[in-house]
């Protein structure tokens, strides 16, 4: 997916033989794009506290509308953040207090991936087979 960022001006994804979008990238991503992606990335002293990991969780699902927990490994908690209300200046914000509180190493926030988009169009591919 990066080579197609970084060589085409448009791209159609096709789904059973059928087109199902056509655009720039930004018009892609803006239409099928839902949300962020955040990872959290927790201290190495925290990484096998299952206690202090599941009040990490708590507090990012009471706080974050919209936040499904995708992974959970290796002290990296990834999470889609789906509220349409979200800005990412909130996230920022809201991330920046919690790396203080909770002494958290590190976190990403991004938009939604090209590649994420494709998945989500592969995933109708199989459900419609």
């Known amino acids: ?15 059973n033989g059928r087109f199902r979008c056509l655009g720039s990238i930004q018009q892609l991503k803006t239409k099928y794009g839902q949300g962020y992606t955040l990872i959290i ?3 190495k002293d925290d990484q096998n506290n299952s206690a202090r990991i599941d009040v990490i ?5 009471s706080n974050l509308n919209g936040a499904n927990l995708k992974d959970d490994h290796q002290g990296m908690l990834q999470y889609h953040v789906v509220d349409p209300s ?11 207090r919690m ?5 958290l190493e590190d976190y990403l926030i991004s938009d939604t991936s090209l590649e994420q ?8 591919q199989r459900a419609t087979e």
């Open 1 to 15: 997916m990066e080579e197609s960022e970084a060589l085409c001006d448009r791209l159609a994804i096709m789904v």
């Open 41 to 43: 990335k927790l201290k």
């Open 57 to 61: 969780k708590a507090h990012v699902q």
């Open 86 to 96: 979200m800005t990412l200046s909130r996230l920022f914000k809201f991330m920046s």
């Open 99 to 103: 790396k203080i509180q909770f002494q």
């Open 117 to 124: 988009i494709f998945l989500t169009f592969a995933r109708t």
